[in-house]
C-alpha cells in the first residue's frame, strides 16, 4: 500500500467528518436560512463528498478484489463531480458576494432563499453531468497509454478540465477585483458620516476582504500548481510528482471549513450551543451585513 494513498485516504476521511460538522450545524440551526449560508452548505457538501471520494478511490484501489472498471470509474466520477461543485461554489460565493456590494441596496429583495436554491440546483445537476464523463468514454482503460496523470481520465480530456479550471479562476480573481474597488469606494463614501457607523461598516467590509482573499488565495496555492502540472504532464512522469501535487489540492477542502465557515460569527455561535450550551459574552450581537460571510 503507497503511503501517499494512505495520506490521501486519510485526508478525504477528515474533510467529510469536518464538513459533514458544518452541514450539520447549517441543517440543524433555523436561524441559518439566508442565502448566503446556502451557498456555504453547497460549498461543505461538495468537500464532503470529495473526501468520501478519496476513501472510496482508496478502497476500489486496494480493498475490492477482483478490481472492478464500473468501480474505478465511479469513484473517479465521484471525485470529479465533487471537485467541480467545489470550485463552482466558490464562484458562486465570489458572485454573491459581488452582486451583496454592487447592489447593495436591492440585494436582499432580488437574492431570494428560493432564487438561490434553483441556482444551487442548476450547478449541481451540471456538475453531476461532469461527473458521468468518466462512465460516458473519458477514460482511459482501453488505451493505457493515453492516460493522464488524473486517470482513468485521459490526457487530452484531462486538459479541458484544467484550462477550464484556469479560466474559472481567472473569473472569480476579475470578481474579486471588483469587490475591491467597490468596498473601497463604500469606505470613502462613509468616511464623512458618523463615526460609529463608518467603523462598523469598515470593519464589515474588511472582515468580508479578508475571508474571501483566504479563500480564494488558499484556493490558488492549492490547486493551479496541480491544474499547471496536468496540463504538462501525462502517465509517464513519475507518480511521486502527481502525489506531491495532488495532496494538496486535496488539502484545501480540509481548509475551506476553517477559514471560511468557523469562522462566521453565527456559525461560531451554533456550535458554541451545541457543545456547552451556551455563548461566550465576547461575541458580538450587531446585525449581519452582506458582507460578513
Request: glycine residues 4%.
Amino acid at each position: 500500500v503507497s503511503p501517499w494513498d494512505i495520506a490521501l485516504c486519510a485526508t478525504g476521511t477528515a474533510v467529510a467528518g469536518e464538513n459533514a460538522l458544518v452541514l450539520a450545524v447549517l441543517f440543524y440551526t433555523p436561524s441559518l436560512r439566508a442565502p448566503m449560508f446556502l451557498l456555504i452548505g453547497s460549498l461543505a457538501l461538495a468537500d464532503l463528498l470529495a473526501g468520501l471520494g478519496l476513501v472510496a478511490n482508496f478502497a476500489v484501489r486496494y480493498l475490492l478484489r477482483p478490481p472492478s472498471e464500473a468501480a474505478e470509474l465511479g469513484a473517479a466520477g465521484l471525485l470529479l463531480a465533487a471537485f467541480s461543485a467545489s470550485i463552482c461554489s466558490l464562484l458562486a460565493i465570489t458572485v454573491d458576494r459581488y452582486l451583496s456590494l454592487y447592489n447593495a441596496l436591492t440585494y436582499h429583495s432580488e437574492r431570494t432563499l428560493g432564487f438561490t436554491c434553483a441556482m444551487v440546483l442548476l450547478m449541481w445537476l451540471l456538475c453531476l453531468g461532469v461527473g458521468l464523463l468518466p462512465l460516458l468514454g473519458w477514460n482511459c482503460l482501453r488505451d493505457q497509454s493515453a492516460c493522464s496523470i488524473l486517470r482513468p481520465v485521459t490526457k487530452d480530456n484531462a486538459a479541458v478540465l484544467a484550462v477550464t479550471f484556469l479560466l474559472l479562476f481567472a473569473l472569480m480573481m476579475q470578481l474579486y477585483l471588483q469587490i475591491c474597488k467597490i468596498a473601497f469606494r463604500h469606505a470613502q463614501q462613509i468616511a464623512v458620516q458618523h463615526q460609529f457607523i463608518a467603523t462598523a461598516q469598515a470593519t464589515s467590509t474588511r472582515k468580508g476582504l479578508s475571508t474571501l482573499s483566504l479563500i480564494l488565495g488558499t484556493f490558488a496555492l492549492c490547486w493551479i500548481p496541480f491544474a499547471i502540472y496536468s496540463l504538462v504532464a501525462d502517465s509517464s512522469y513519475p507518480v511521486v510528482y502527481t502525489y506531491s501535487l495532488a495532496l494538496p489540492a486535496t488539502c484545501n477542502s480540509l481548509i475551506n471549513p476553517i477559514i471560511y465557515a468557523f469562522r462566521n460569527p453565527d456559525i461560531q455561535k451554533s456550535l458554541w450551543l451545541a457543545c456547552c450550551g451556551c455563548v461566550p459574552s465576547t461575541f458580538s450581537s450587531r446585525p449581519r451585513t452582506s458582507s460578513d460571510v
